[in-house]
């Protein structure tokens, strides 16, 4: 089994990122991390959720002193988390009040098509979405952005995105930390094309066109190198790559190691021991990070190895209140057996820049590309054919996701996946010239997307329509 970093290194020009000027960040002074609210729930009945989101306009901060046009939702910039549990039925009230119509996708959320907040959804100023969805799906940590046609990268780019939480009896008894805030946080990270007057614009050049948007400074939680006080003890890191295209391979200094319990769909069957982690852009990780071993005070950093830029600091300040022995076993994973497809259905993520396709098609609202039957289990195989010009430039790896659905990864070139890749997955990264087969069972109607999640890519067309019927 080739491992992912492995593969990366191999490849000759790093496919992930082609940075070409990598600008000196600004260092500005430290401060806390800034940890998202849990959004209220307004309905009493414990089976019954129903949260309140607007989507508004705003200023934010990033430099001192600066003052910067951002979105976010109920506040300036990013979202709450909305935290909910498995059976229980919720109603969203998404109110609109930018100057422009937007929508809310639940990404990683197995709803139906009219519900999923895609581009039909479109929700015009001054109104509101009022979706309702019962939750049956497992315990994961899922988020939620806008989703409009030709305006997703810049509408998360200026700060609409949200972590969307499930809770069931198996997270609920797992000797994890789970206290949101103390032990259990959430790490959003982004990169942001950050000028010298601290301002935050959505200007694509050639290149952003081409790679997607790279930044020159990374935030975490909307902060730049924030640090965040830990316990002694362990930690549950929920990280999520909500940037428009950058692929980080995230690891700590003092050659720390730590231990992947979940990816985008929810708990990995066993905890699985890394020394780094690559997330694309919508990919999802939790990890058990175990700062028992450090003095109070010391000092331990998130870094990026691919540009080697530091992200923030965890400082361990306090005594652990408890201790956890992290099972060895999560949770059960039923195998979806290949043999119960009934098709093998390809898409072929091609082109460059303003030419990026699936299947040599651009979306087009009107039209469907892939008819599904309802609770048919497919076997997807996805493949990069984007190796750069004859194999000259390296090629570029896209980041596949499709929605209303969780995968599971058959193989990677015929490869079993890694470990940390047999859970569930929305979002599978799909390598120059690598061929990636999952399997799902599709149990929602509706019209769904399938996209490249670098929201470049998606804006200019490499995006296509499923409809389960
Ligand atoms: Cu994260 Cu089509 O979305
Ligand atoms: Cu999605
Ligand atoms: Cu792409």
């Excluded at 951002?70 to 909910?84: F, Q």
């Excluded at 000092?299 to 691919?306: G, K, N, S």
């Excluded at 040599?360 to 010009?389: C, F, P």
């Excluded at 193989?411 to 940390?420: L, W």
């Amino acid at each position: 089994v080739v491992s992912l970093t492995l593969f990366i290194s191999n490849m000759g020009m790093d496919p992930i990122n082609h940075t070409e000027n990598e600008s000196e960040a600004i260092t500005p002074s430290e401060k806390p991390l800034p940890i998202p609210p849990l959004l209220e729930d307004k309905n009493p009945n414990p089976d019954e959720a129903e949260f309140h989101l607007t989507a508004q306009s705003s200023t934010s901060e990033f430099l001192p002193g600066q003052v910067t046009d951002t979105l976010g939702y109920n506040g300036s910039y990013l979202g709450p988390v909305i935290r909910v549990k498995k059976n229980e039925k919720v109603t969203v009230k998404v109110k609109n009040e930018l100057a422009e119509a937007t929508t809310v996708h639940w990404h990683g959320l197995e709803v139906d098509g009219e519900r999923d907040g895609g581009p039909h959804t479109g929700i015009l100023p001054g109104e509101t979405w009022e979706p309702n969805f019962t939750i049956n799906q497992p315990a994961a940590t899922l988020w939620y952005h806008p989703h409009l046609l030709h305006k997703t990268g810049e509408q998360v780019y200026k700060g609409l995105a949200g972590l969307f939480y499930i809770d069931d009896e198996v997270s609920e008894n797992m000797p994890i930390p789970k206290e949101y805030g103390v032990n259990d946080f959430p790490l959003v990270i982004q990169d942001k094309n950050l000028s010298s007057n601290g301002k935050v614009e959505y200007d694509l050049s050639m290149h952003d066109v081409m790679m997607g948007l790279q930044g020159n400074t990374v935030l975490v939680n909307g902060a730049i190198n924030p640090y965040l006080e830990v316990p002694k003890g362990k930690v549950r890191l929920r990280l999520l790559n909500g940037s428009n295209a950058r692929i980080y391979q995230f690891s700590l200094s003092n050659s720390q190691g730590f231990v992947q319990i979940a990816s985008d769909g929810g708990f990995l069957e066993k905890p699985v021991e890394m020394s780094n982690i690559v997330l694309s852009s919508a990919e999802r990780a939790e990890i058990i990070v175990d700062f028992s071993d450090y003095q109070l005070g010391e000092r331990i950093t998130l870094t990026d190895q691919v540009t080697g830029a530091k992200l923030m600091e965890f400082v361990v300040s306090t005594e652990a209140k408890e201790t956890f022995n992290i099972p060895e076993k999560l949770t059960d994973i039923q195998k979806i057996d290949p043999s119960s497809a009934v098709r093998t259905r390809e898409f072929v993520m091609q082109g460059m820049g303003p030419n990026v396709n699936i299947n040599g098609k651009q979306m087009a609202m009107d039209r469907i590309d892939e008819h599904l039957n309802v609770h048919d289990t497919e076997i997807w195989e996805i493949s990069n054919e984007n190796s750069g010009m004859g194999g000259m430039m390296g090629g570029m790896a896209h980041p596949f996701h499709a929605h209303g659905v969780q995968f599971q990864i058959l193989d990677r070139n015929g490869n079993p996946p890694p470990a940390n890749e047999t859970g569930w997955k929305d979002t599978i990264l799909i390598y120059p010239d690598e061929t990636v087969r999952v399997i799902a069972t599709f149990n929602h109607k509706g019209i769904f997307m399938y996209h490249c999640h670098i929201l470049e890519h998606e804006d200019a067309g490499m995006m296509g329509q499923f409809e389960v019927k």
